[in-house]
């Protein structure tokens, strides 16, 4: 069974827009409510940026499963034998689910604890951020192993090969870079407004660049359909 998306691109603008909204009000809320003193434990639950069981959170595993979904659902109209390949797909599609199980259950927090037990790991201050080095090194071997799948979609398509690669840019730098930063010089004062600065556009810039991805995924699966009522 193959799925068809009717969707235009004014369609998929208007969704983006929404999304860039729901996230500028996640940050608004999260700093109005630093600012006003977290007044409330259960509304510093739910706004804070950096709890694990924020709405903000929740919304961002909900983006990365949705776009899990969606590259499985390309893998359905991919060739097995021509690149890009429907295994890459399928493959890109189990990274973005696993990366929405991380967000909603702090999976590398908990791979964290047990890699800083190892003497020879590398690691940021305080023992934070040795689940980067894994998740970096697991990222480099993918890339490596399917560089052909993703040079064969940028010729195929080099605009939408752009969108998701910067989506996927911009992801990385709130989810690594930023959190990089906040972990070397700004975890010694969680209270400074450095700090709250930091989350709040880290998390921002992972959410935008799921919505940019997103947005690229959409806009394979469109055509799909075009090449489908050819």
């Not at 509304?43 to 950096?50: G, M, Q, W």
């Not at 909900?62 to 979904?69: A, D, E, K, R, T």
């Not at 659902?73 to 034998?81: D, E, G, L, Y």
């Not at 993703?150 to 911009?170: D, E, Q, Y």
């Amino acid at each position: 069974m193959k799925i068809h998306f009717d969707l235009t691109v004014r369609d998929l603008n208007k969704l983006f827009l929404g999304l860039i909204l729901i996230e500028l009000l996640l940050v608004t809320g999260y700093v109005l409510n630093v600012l006003w003193g977290s007044p409330s434990w259960i509304v510093t639950r739910l706004v804070d940026l950096d709890d694990e069981g924020s709405i903000a959170t929740w919304f961002s595993s909900m983006q990365l499963f949705i776009v899990g979904l969606l590259f499985f659902f390309k893998s359905r109209h991919a060739n097995a034998v021509e690149l890009p390949s429907a295994i890459f797909f399928c493959i890109l599609g189990l990274g973005f689910i696993f990366l929405s199980v991380d967000e909603a259950a702090a999976i590398h927090e908990k791979i964290n604890i047990v890699l800083k037990q190892v003497v020879f790991m590398p690691r940021f201050k305080g023992d934070h951020g040795v689940w980067i080095y894994m998740y970096v090194s697991l990222a480099g071997i993918f890339l490596s192993l399917t560089l052909r799948n993703f040079i064969a979609l940028w010729k195929h398509s080099r605009r939408i090969a752009f969108i998701m690669a910067i989506g996927l840019l911009t992801f990385v730098t709130g989810a690594v870079l930023l959190e990089i930063i906040g972990y070397q010089f700004l975890r010694n004062d969680m209270t400074s407004w450095r700090y709250v600065t930091e989350v709040a556009l880290e998390e921002f810039l992972e959410m935008l660049g799921i919505s940019i991805v997103l947005y690229g995924v959409l806009l394979l699966l469109m055509e799909v359909n075009i090449e489908g009522n050819e």
